[in-house]
């Protein structure tokens, strides 16, 4: 079992696109995403003094059985 996170800023574009990118790979080292957990945040950051999305995809990644 593999755990991967993927988080972007601003949009989920481009955390939605690195997971569907790992995805793809890990299907050809044998593995198949049987969870994803999604979570979005937002919170002021004093040091810069804004405010800043993130979005989260985390993935749990399982060997496929290879007796199949």
Request: net charge negative.
């Amino acid at each position: 079992m593999i755990l991967k996170t993927f988080t972007s800023q601003k949009n989920p574009t481009e955390a939605i696109e690195k997971a569907n990118k790992e995805i793809n790979e890990m299907y050809l080292e044998h593995y198949s995403a049987t969870e994803i957990a999604q979570s979005e945040s937002s919170y002021y950051n004093t040091f810069s003094e804004e405010e800043q999305f993130h979005f989260t995809l985390t993935i749990l990644f399982e060997k496929e059985n290879s007796n199949e």
